[in-house]
């Protein structure tokens, strides 16, 4: 029974807050309702599928939410002024992870703690973002771009299909190829993986990078389906995204985990939101409901393991 817990706990979390919420509110079960937490969803989705990969080398990614911000502007202001969409997207996402780099190469080459240096990193992308917008929203955005946030295929929306191809293609690096195995082993054991030949810094670093451009992707999503880019946005990000990998079984100490636990936990979070958006409950009561959501979630993780 232990073992089938730590398997599958979080999936019988998920199924079990499904059925509660099914009873509590009739409109939780409605097909749009289900679409809507999903294009909710698949931003944070998205963000943590990075964080996932930085998380099992042993690290952590403060920056993620200030990284959106700038790469959301970045877009807007060369769409704003007539570049085309491949131009304008393309160059958020080199944003994104020509950030992710840099993080990456203080933290291997420079010997800082991730933790201080995505710190640091968070502030000056934030600001930078403020710099470059002055503060103001960008707006006047083409259509084409905003499809790709509020559009739909066959009735699916734009942002779930993206969230879906993202995720399939970091289950097939993480288990199917030698950066994958590497990351894993990295956060499992850094100093007998480098004694094993592995350039230890050059994967980590690329973990950062994928952090950084998933972070980018996210920032066009958003940006399209608000139609604008904002300069606040993206703040407390990177907690609802380290929180989704966690409550998908990912342990912080790095080496164990998956992408497929980080979908689940994502969706936790967006379902518990939704339900207690339906429930009518106060937006001051639902931060502490999904913190003590989160905390249970861990210790009883720790407790299994």
Known sequence: ????????????????????????????????????????????????????????????????????????????????????????????????????LVNGLIITKGGVQPFIATLGMLTIARGATLVYTDGRPITGLPDAFVWLGAGEIARIPVPVVIMTVVFA??????????????????????????LSGVNVAFYKTLAYVISGALSALSAVILTARLNSAQPTAGMGYELDAIAAVVLGGTTLAGGEGGIAGTLLGAFIIGVLNNGLNLLNVSSFYQQVVKGVVILLAVLLDRRLR
């Open 1 to 100: 029974m232990r073992d089938i817990l730590r398997r599958f706990g979080i999936l019988f979390a998920f199924i079990l807050l499904m059925v509660v919420l099914a009873f509590l509110s009739d409109s939780f079960l409605t097909v749009n309702n289900l679409l809507n937490i999903a294009r909710q969803v698949s931003i944070n989705a998205i963000i943590a599928a990075g964080m996932t990969f930085v998380i099992l080398t042993f690290g952590i990614d403060l920056s993620v939410g200030s990284v959106l911000a700038f790469s959301g502007a970045i877009i807007a202001g060369l769409l704003s002024r007539g570049h085309p969409l491949v131009v304008g997207i393309g160059a958020g996402l080199l944003v994104g992870g020509l950030i992710g």
């Open 169 to 194: 293609a970091s289950y097939v690096v993480l288990t199917q190829t030698v950066l994958g195995r590497y990351i894993y082993a990295i956060g499992g054991n850094e100093e007998a993986t480098r």
